[in-house]
């Protein structure tokens, strides 16, 4: 019997038409990031937030296979970059760094995004906020704050990161629980709250780990108090608000978004990459240089963590009738 012979075109469109898809498929899986990525960070340059994702920039083009490209859009409580972002291709190459900042604001006032406006795709840190003052401030403690408050009330000055923002909303609950009342004053993000502690334009400042780690360790500030159950580890000599009497715990969580859109294998790339270097042993020792507290929480389970986030401030705000989103 003969064998019967298939041309060689034939055999190559049968392998086409059969693996064609699955190459493609597997090619573009590949190529991507094909370009760099843009991460947006809608707060300062030195703030928490932007040192966090600094820190990563070192690691993570190993895992992602691109680099990131950071651009800072601070101001406004973060809603003009979020506008911003809003406005961009869903294309898998713009990010938004999302924080209890980026919730905290939507219920102070009507904002043109929501919490469910972008994506989540993991949380990378949390961290208590912490009271610092200036390294010559005649506070000592937090109980040495605190009663220099009541007895002026509304004259100390205790500056945040920003308007609305998770600094800001902390103070506020803060004041509540220990029974004072403050000036607050709002900066431009993180970094900008620092100098002005720094500087003693304001008698303490509301900022949380790595913000202010640099000057605790020069002694241009001192930590009054962190907002912690126990001390931290990575920061053994700073009290505790529970341990000096005043049973009060809050903190905030970093992390990152996509835009609504986003293809969801090109989500999972970017949550994979940041995760695993979260594991890296090199970026471990950035991290903790940095006083970064790393938390992981990703995709869905970051998601459902927001929804209870965003309840608690909703309920913060309307219980202290702040802002003007909501009637009193």
């Not at 928490?48 to 895992?63: C, E, G, Q």
């Not at 294309?91 to 994506?119: C, L, N, Q, R």
Request: proline share 7%.
């Amino acid at each position: 019997m003969k064998r019967k012979v298939i041309p060689g075109t034939a055999i190559l469109l049968v392998l086409t038409l059969i693996g064609g898809p699955l190459f493609a498929e597997g090619q573009a899986e590949r190529e991507y990031p094909a370009r760099d990525i843009e991460l947006m960070v809608p707060w300062g340059v030195g703030g928490a937030t932007d040192i966090m994702f600094r820190t990563f920039m070192s690691v993570l083009p190993k895992y992602l296979g691109g680099p990131v490209i950071i651009v800072n859009r601070p101001g406004g409580g973060a809603v003009p970059g979020y506008a911003e972002a809003m406005q961009k291709k869903a294309d898998g190459y713009y990010f938004v760094a999302w924080a209890t900042a980026s919730i905290t604001k939507t219920h102070m006032s009507k904002t043109p995004y929501g919490t469910d406006t972008f994506e989540p795709v993991i949380n990378l840190a949390s961290s208590p906020v912490w009271i610092l003052v200036p390294g010559d401030s005649p506070y000592k403690n937090l109980n040495d704050l605190l009663n220099d408050a009541k007895r002026r009330p509304g004259q100390v000055t205790l500056g945040n990161a920003g308007a609305g923002g998770g600094t800001h909303m902390i103070a506020l609950a803060f004041e509540k629980a220990a029974g004072v009342k403050f000036n607050h004053v709002p900066h431009a993000g993180g970094g900008p709250t620092v100098v002005a502690g720094v500087g003693g334009h304001v008698d303490a400042i509301s900022v949380g780990p790595p913000e202010g780690v640099a000057q605790l360790e020069s002694g241009q500030l001192r930590c009054l108090a962190i907002f912690a159950e126990e001390r931290l580890e990575d920061f053994p000599d700073y009290p505790t608000a529970v341990e000096q009497g005043l049973d009060f715990t809050l903190g905030q969580w970093r992390g990152v978004a996509a835009l609504k859109g986003t293809d969801p294998a090109y989500i999972k790339h970017v949550h994979d990459a940041f995760k695993k270097t979260m594991e890296d042993p090199d970026f471990l020792v950035l991290a903790k240089n940095a006083g970064l507290l790393l938390d992981y929480i990703g995709l869905d389970d970051f998601k459902r963590y927001i929804e209870e986030q965003d309840k608690l401030y909703e309920d913060i705000v309307r219980s202290n009738k702040l802002g003007d989103r909501y009637k009193y």
